[in-house]
């Protein structure tokens, strides 16, 4: 992975690998706050704001899967051989290993005790993302991130993954899905959010600028109540766009589920084109077919259809698409796994194979869609 110093002088006004450059910032992007300079509560004077345009669309390397993009997965328990094991199953290693830490403490937050012990010596080419609370499950409030309080905390974060030397090949993907009241940080009210992302990039890149940021939303209408947009926190701020999208509400095992999927306001599409007008990568961290409880009859099952169209939906996305992750959960709650989802399982190879065959070779046999 390059660093933002070299990213930005590659991309700044050109085409790279064949991805152009795109129209300038929406108006959406405007930032809630004007924070640079700012003096945070704790006494610390923060840097200056961060460069709008730093970077855009391939941040990633992808010489272990030879995708268009950087693809990799999700596999429980941290344990990198399972990781290397989903490559082989699919005939390509993972670029990408997503990851969570615990949030039952700030200690848990900052220290990531698990994440080094399983990560620190990284397999070369390997990005790791990093799923990261903002604040732990209790004892904190996103009002009290917002003025600064915390910015102590977040310096001893970088400080951490640059003495790992782990800082130049992470992703932190920061207090994702804010848009769902199942998570601690929600943005219920967005200035806050948004001036508590603020507070912790440029804490924690005092010591560990090469890391990468990924703004994540969940698929489709708020359960908070709120535009997610206003609680982006500005261009330079992000490097990435996410969204995390599962097979279901509705299940795309119809034209008409998928459409809802893809089309709809705050769906895929939506979030590809947001991050194509802001000049960012985009990602989809978390997907899969969905056969759990949870949602019973909401959720899609072993649907291949699914799988074939998320594929579909890459391909066409590929200059701006930076990395998706296969969430290859086996427990009850999801069942998203491969291993038990038979069909899916055959048609995530099969597109898979096609994907990488058509960009390692154009003449090929290409994958419909």
Request: with cysteine; glycine share 8%; aromatic share 12%.
């Amino acid at each position: 992975m390059y660093s933002k110093t070299v990213l930005s002088t590659l991309l700044l006004g050109t085409v790279v690998a064949g991805v152009a450059v795109a129209p300038p910032p929406a108006a959406d992007a405007a930032p809630v706050t004007a924070v640079a300079g700012a003096t945070a509560a704790t006494g610390t004077t923060l840097g200056a704001a961060r460069p709008a345009a730093r970077n855009r669309a391939k941040l990633l390397p992808t010489r272990r899967s030879r995708m268009p993009w950087a693809s990799g997965v999700f596999v429980p328990h941290d344990v990198p051989q399972a990781y290397e094991n989903f490559g082989t199953s699919r005939g390509a290693a993972p670029d990408v290993a997503l990851t969570y830490t615990f949030r039952d403490s700030w200690d848990a937050i900052i220290r990531m005790p698990r994440v080094y012990d399983r990560w620190r010596n990284l397999p070369r080419n390997l990005t790791l993302v990093i799923s990261v609370g903002m604040i732990p499950d209790t004892g904190a409030t996103l009002a009290r991130c917002a003025e600064g309080r915390y910015d102590a905390k977040w310096r001893a974060f970088g400080r951490g993954l640059a003495d790992a030397r782990l800082a130049d090949r992470t992703v932190i993907r920061l207090g994702w899905e804010f848009n769902g009241l199942w998570v601690t940080w929600a943005a219920k009210k967005p200035k806050h959010y948004v001036a508590c992302w603020r507070h912790i990039v440029r804490s924690a890149e005092i010591a560990a600028p090469g890391l990468l940021w990924d703004w994540c939303v969940n698929r489709g209408v708020s359960s908070v109540g709120i535009d997610p947009r206003k609680a982006y926190p500005g261009d330079g701020y992000v490097d990435i766009v996410g969204v995390d999208s599962f097979d279901g509400y509705p299940p795309a095992t119809t034209p008409a589920g998928w459409k809802e999927q893809a089309q709809s306001k705050y769906g895929l599409q939506f979030w590809a084109d947001f991050a194509r007008r802001h000049r960012k990568g985009f990602s989809v961290p978390e997907w899969a077919v969905y056969s759990g409880k949870e949602w019973g009859r909401n959720g899609g099952g072993d649907n291949p259809a699914y799988i074939a169209r998320m594929f579909a939906f890459f391909r066409r996305n590929a200059d701006v698409l930076t990395y998706e992750t296969y969430f290859n959960e086996p427990d009850a709650y999801q069942h998203g796994a491969l291993e038990v989802n038979p069909r899916a399982a055959r048609e995530y190879r099969e597109q898979f194979t096609l994907t990488r065959r058509r960009h390692l070779c154009p003449g090929c046999a290409l994958p419909h869609g």
